[in-house]
């Protein structure tokens, strides 16, 4: 991921670095066949026509997403992960480092407009990958401490979880602080984004769904309230989804699947 994003970083001279040849070749041959459809157009059929006419329209976006992606934005110094977090540890662990390096690079990426959207998933689902990090033992983290199976006991296990709870919510802090201290605008850029953060479950031992825990940072450029608690009782999640939505501009009634899905957002969540 540095390497993908390094050449949207200032070179150092003021210059953004130089757009792909292989990009500017592609828009040319778009233009080309984008020139020679026009002229095709005036001998065919109107149902022909509208066929052709869909396939420029593909063309069209095809075009503006090289022009895009020919045109690097500079978003000032890129952190290198190699030599700002050695160790960070290898592929696969769980280390505040490695989270703190990717935090680095996707709010890079977010504030050169590289990209508005994107997916964080500190572990997988039932993550059976070991929170040594945090001063817990090296093993399953989702049977030992989770499901509370530890040879040192159900307390012992149930603090464990507790800290490493507060290990991966850490680990959030670090992204949406990053984000926070980064200028966007006239604000900042957690001010201007929305970030929806939960789990796969509410409750580890059972895999229970009551108090589902969802968390909203971030005040999508003012259409979010911010420091807001709402605890819902027997109303779908869903709801939260609908929220954003319309904050975002959605004219969607809906968000959800069968039983989970919601016709009503959350008010006291909009400003």
């Known amino acids: 991921m540095f ?45 022909d026509q509208n066929r052709l006419d869909q396939h420029l329209s593909g063309l069209h976006q095809l075009q503006n997403q090289l022009v895009a992606a020919g045109t690097p934005h500079m978003t000032g110094t890129i952190v290198d992960p190699d030599k700002a977090y050695p160790n960070r540890g290898a592929d696969g662990s769980i280390t505040r480092m490695r989270g703190q390096a990717f935090s680095d690079l996707l709010v890079f990426a977010m504030a050169g407009d590289l990209t508005r959207v994107f997916s964080y998933a500190f572990t997988g689902a039932a993550c059976h990958g070991g929170y040594s990090d945090c001063g817990l033992a090296a093993s399953s983290f989702h049977e030992d401490y989770g499901h509370r199976t530890s040879s040192k006991g159900v307390q012992a296990a149930t603090e464990g979880f507790n800290t490493g709870v507060k290990f991966a919510m850490s680990c959030l802090a670090d992204t949406l602080t990053r984000m926070k201290n980064t200028p966007d605008g006239a604000g900042n850029l957690l001010d201007n984004s929305v970030v929806y953060t939960t789990s796969c479950v509410s409750e580890s031992q059972t895999h229970g769904g009551t108090d589902f825990p969802v968390l909203v940072s971030g005040k999508a450029s003012g259409k979010l309230k911010g420091n807001t608690h709402v605890r819902l009782v027997g109303e779908s999640v869903s709801r939260v989804g609908l929220t954003l939505l319309t904050a975002m501009g959605s004219n969607a ?19």
Not at 14 to 31: E, H, I, N, Q
Not at 254 to 260: A, Y
């Open 253 to 271: 009634t809906s968000w959800g699947m069968g039983d989970s899905a919601a016709t009503t957002g959350i008010p006291e969540l909009l400003a």
């Open 3 to 47: 390497q993908t994003l390094l050449k949207y970083a200032s070179t150092g001279t003021g210059m953004a670095a130089p757009p792909d040849p292989s990009l500017l070749r592609r828009r040319m041959v778009l233009d080309a066949i984008a020139e020679e459809s026009k002229a095709l157009r005036a001998r065919l059929g109107v149902e």
